[in-house]
């Protein structure tokens, strides 16, 4: 794929990001919009508040939800909005450089280790999920190993030429795996709540 240092990904591959992208725009926008209206009146319970565990208002009233000062959704509405770009941009024709592919790369990377954090501290800290943030962890899963196999398959990093052979069919089996182990965990934490 990668010709003269740029790289071209493909139609699928241009739909994947744009739809990931999306998803966690979508997330983002509810999250940010029901955190203003929670900063506006404390009493507000956002639509998602379904049950003590499915308990949005929860999460978003957690230390958890402004590790850098300003709530976590803003952040997503700047790099879930970029994902959208680079979809639609390969889809207009864009090719890359390499050095573009591996920042976009290691932004992926930082949103799946502040995911999986995010996933630890709902899970055993806020006890509590939101489902928007589930929707956000799902795109960022799929989105991280789909552009880390479109990375390697292109020749942008060097592995294995096994690892490769394996992207080139299976690349499905990664975020499939991921959000299995995701889930497993949720329903093994709350157990008794589902069960009950």
């Not at 003590?52 to 230390?63: H, K, N, W, Y």
């Not at 700047?78 to 890359?96: H, K, N, Q």
């Not at 799929?142 to 479109?150: D, I, N, R």
């Not at 592995?159 to 329903?187: E, K, Q």
Request: a negative charge; charged letters at 10%.
């Amino acid at each position: 794929m990668a010709t003269d240092s740029r790289a071209r990904g493909s139609r699928p591959f241009a739909l994947l990001l744009v739809l990931c992208g999306a998803a966690g725009l979508l997330a983002s926008w509810v999250i940010t919009l029901d955190k203003f209206k929670l900063l506006e009146d404390p009493d507000f319970v956002p639509g998602c508040s379904l049950n003590p565990v499915l308990s949005c208002g929860s999460v978003m009233e957690s230390d958890q939800a402004e590790v850098f000062g300003f709530p976590n959704p803003m952040l997503g509405l700047v790099t879930y909005g970029i994902v959208v770009c680079v979809g639609v941009s390969l889809l207009a024709g864009a090719a890359f450089p390499r050095w573009y592919w591996l920042t976009f790369e290691a932004g992926c990377l930082f949103g799946i280790g502040f995911v999986s954090w995010l996933q630890f501290e709902s899970l055993y800290r806020i006890n509590a999920l939101c489902l928007w943030c589930c929707l956000a962890w799902i795109a960022t899963i799929t989105l991280f190993w789909y552009v880390t196999s479109f990375v390697v398959r292109a020749g942008l990093l060097p592995v294995p030429a096994a690892v490769r052979s394996f992207l080139d069919d299976f690349t499905w089996v990664l975020p499939v795996l991921h959000i299995g182990v995701v889930g497993m965990l949720v329903l093994t934490r709350w157990w008794d709540f589902w069960t009950s």
